[in-house]
């Protein structure tokens, strides 16, 4: 069975400009969340997906969004990029008890 | 409000020897699951051991037990005979039990855990 993908792996952007981020969740999960990953903040809850409808959100501004495909894949948009939105941004894929991460998407924002 | 502490940001231990990493967390729901991950250099979350709120027994993974006292909120993590391997960082998480919808996932800060050959 394959793993989470998240894609792509790494992604430098520039203040201003808009992003997204894409989660393949392990074949047969409905729920897909996604989570910022900050050397100061640690890991935050951004939301949550569960057969295409968000179940639940962090509090993050707007400018983050997300949404799920009718094959459970994910995508999160950020956009009007901030300095303080470079993190790693992981994907966790869950269908019962465990939650499944992938390998994450390194954003840099310059 | 859920919220999870691990108050021990850096631990470090002996090759062989045996390491318990603290963990306490706060909620007022009586059906919920806790959960150790390791996040490697790779970055990626991979889960240790995880337990149920209902269950007294601790959970145990081959070399990774828990300590779970439910009345105290707490929620260790012991790891036996360490390997170099288990060098990363360590995050505690709690996730509420919803029954048919699953709860999201809370973590503590994380312990960064060396093991020393």
């Known amino acids: 069975k394959a793993g989470v993908t998240q894609t792509p792996r790494y992604l430098i952007k520039t203040r201003g400009q808009q992003v997204t981020l894409s989660c393949s969740p392990i074949s047969g999960h409905r729920s897909v969340s996604w989570y910022q990953q900050t050397p100061g903040q640690g890991l935050q809850f951004l939301f949550e997906?569960?057969?295409?409808?968000?179940?639940n959100k962090g509090n993050f501004p707007g400018r983050f969004s997300g949404r799920q495909f009718s094959n459970s894949r994910s995508e999160m948009n950020v956009s009007t990029l901030e300095l303080g939105d470079s993190a790693l941004y992981l994907c966790?894929?869950?269908?019962?008890?465990?939650?499944?991460f992938g390998q994450g998407t390194r954003l840099t924002v310059v | 409000a859920q919220t999870v502490t691990q108050s021990q940001p850096e631990m470090s231990v002996q090759e062989a020897e045996t390491v318990t990493l603290s963990c306490t967390y706060d909620t007022s729901e009586s059906d919920y699951y806790l959960f150790w991950y390791k996040q490697p250099p790779s970055r990626q979350m991979i889960l240790v051991i995880r337990?149920?709120?209902?269950?007294?027994q601790n959970a145990t993974e081959n070399r990774f037990s828990v300590n779970f006292q439910k009345a105290a909120k707490s929620f260790s993590l012991k790891i036996s005979d360490s390997q170099l391997g288990d060098a990363a960082m360590y995050f505690c998480?709690?996730?509420?039990?919803?029954?048919?919808?699953?709860?999201?996932?809370?973590f503590g800060r994380g312990t960064q855990l060396t093991v020393w050959p």
């Open positions: 337990q149920e709120a209902y269950k007294q």
């Open positions: 997906y569960f057969s295409e409808t968000q179940r």
């Open positions: 966790a894929s869950r269908e019962t008890v465990e939650a499944f």
């Open positions: 998480a709690y996730s509420p039990d919803r029954g048919s919808t699953l709860g999201r996932l809370y």
